[in-house]
C-alpha cells in the first residue's frame, strides 16, 4: 500500500515488477535458492556505485522493473535504463565478472549492522541511522543542523 501511496504522491507511475527481482512463492514467501535477477541487479548497482553512478543507476532501472511494463528483463530494456545514467551494461558485467560485487555488499552488510540498522534504504550520520525513503528529508535537516550543506 506505502508503495503506491508514495508513487501516486510523486505523481510516478507504480506496478508490480514482472518478473519480479526476487525469485518466491507468493503463497508461501519461500525465496527460491536460485536468483537470477536480484543478483544480477546487486552486481549493477555495486558497480555503477564503484563508478560514483549508483544513484542515477538505481534511479533509471528502478522506474524500469516498477513504473513501466512487464518483461524488464526482455531484449535491450535493461541496457537502455542503464545507458540513462550514462554506463554501459556489457561494460558493468564485464567489471562484475572481474570483482565480485559480494565482497563489497558483505563490507556494507557488516557496516550496517554495526550502525544498528537492517534494510534500505539506510543512511547514517554521525552515528545515527535514518532509515527509509521519507527519511532523507529528515537526513537533510540534520546535517543542514551541523552547518554543512549541498556544493
Excluded at 22 to 28: H, R
Excluded at 82 to 110: C, G, Q, S
Aim: aromatic share 10%; net charge negative; no cysteine.
Amino acid at each position: 500500500m506505502d508503495a503506491f501511496r508514495r508513487a501516486d504522491f510523486l505523481g510516478m507511475s507504480f506496478s508490480f515488477p514482472s518478473p519480479d527481482p526476487i525469485v518466491q512463492d507468493f503463497a508461501t514467501f519461500e525465496v527460491a535458492e536460485e536468483q537470477p535477477y536480484i543478483y544480477r541487479l546487486t552486481g549493477l548497482g555495486v558497480e555503477a556505485a564503484r563508478r560514483g553512478k549508483g544513484i542515477e543507476l538505481a534511479y533509471h532501472v528502478s522506474h524500469l522493473i516498477w513504473g513501466e511494463e512487464p518483461g524488464w528483463d526482455q531484449g535491450d530494456r535493461l541496457a537502455n535504463a542503464v545507458a540513462k545514467a550514462d554506463l554501459d551494461l556489457a561494460d558493468l558485467e564485464a567489471a562484475i565478472a572481474a570483482n565480485d560485487p559480494m565482497k563489497d555488499v558483505e563490507a556494507n552488510h557488516e557496516a550496517l549492522e554495526a550502525a544498528g540498522h537492517w534494510g534500505v534504504p539506510t543512511m547514517v550520520f554521525e552515528g545515527e541511522p535514518f532509515f527509509g525513503q521519507d527519511r532523507i528529508e529528515t537526513l537533510r535537516w540534520r546535517v543542514g543542523k551541523k552547518g554543512l550543506s549541498r556544493s
